[in-house]
């Protein structure tokens, strides 16, 4: 079983990557309930570079966004379950709203989102152009997300 790594221990791996000649690539988010959704995105996230770091909001970070009742699966596990797929590579666990200050940490050769956004609505657009990073966005799959999984579990009681 991979755990998420220390934030304290982060430069550490960076350098190593760095210094192996790595692309890296990062994206993050919740992914709270994992669904085909999220690892198509994080598949399509991989084939732009050689490691793939996610950035997980902590349990405080979901809660912060999307209020009481959240996460349903705890950071650990939410960890462990991202760290048991292929294409994630490393996972780190951040407790702020906005992934921007561990992506300056990181300083990322290509960072991706949703769709959903674009370069002036991502709030850590800034911080990866500063630091030489290139970001893209994947789209989404239609009807596949956290929310519709726990509204269909809410409707079947």
């Given at each position: ?10 430069q550490n791996l960076i350098k190593k990557l760095r210094s192996e000649g790595k692309t890296i ?20 996230t991989k084939k732009f570079g050689d490691v793939l770091i996610v950035a997980l909001n902590s ?94 579990i809410n409707k079947s009681k």
């Amino acid at each position: 079983m991979r755990e998420a790594v220390e934030r304290k221990d982060l430069q550490n791996l960076i350098k190593k990557l760095r210094s192996e000649g790595k692309t890296i690539v990062t994206t993050n988010g919740c992914f709270d309930i994992l669904h085909v959704g999220h690892v198509r995105y994080l598949e399509e996230t991989k084939k732009f570079g050689d490691v793939l770091i996610v950035a997980l909001n902590s349990d405080k970070s979901v809660r912060a966004l999307k209020g009481e009742g959240r996460p349903i699966n705890n950071e650990k596990d939410r960890a462990e379950v991202l760290n048991g797929l292929k294409s994630v590579d490393y996972v780190v666990l951040f407790d702020e709203q906005s992934p921007a200050d561990l992506l300056a940490e990181i300083k990322p050769d290509v960072h991706t989102k949703g769709a959903d956004y674009n370069e002036d609505t991502l709030p850590e657009a800034k911080i990866i152009k500063e630091n030489g990073g290139r970001l893209e966005f994947i789209q989404f799959v239609p009807g596949k997300s956290t929310t519709s999984t726990i509204e269909k579990i809410n409707k079947s009681k």
